[in-house]
């Protein structure tokens, strides 16, 4: 269902993080041009994976992170429905 979607925020998000070192080396370098456009590249690809990744990840109310992380592993193994 959401593979498409998936897939394509795992490619945004691989240049995404390459962007993060390429703008530090540039900065070092002084290549200021090539900074500036990384800089508007890593501007836009967290733009796109902030509204087709982020604002679709799955909540949960009662649980936080590595605890809700932890119970749909367990419920997963146990072949048990995972609570929401």
Known sequence: K????????????IIWQLTLPVLTIYFVIREYKAM???????IVTSIFLHYN??????????L???????QKTQSAMQGQPILK
């Open 2 to 13: 959401d593979f498409k979607r998936d897939m394509t925020n795992v490619g945004v998000g």
């Open 36 to 42: 500036f456009i990384t800089i508007g590249i890593t």
């Open 53 to 62: 990744w982020f604002k679709n990840l799955e909540k949960n109310d009662n």
């Open 64 to 70: 936080e992170g590595s605890e809700w992380a932890a």
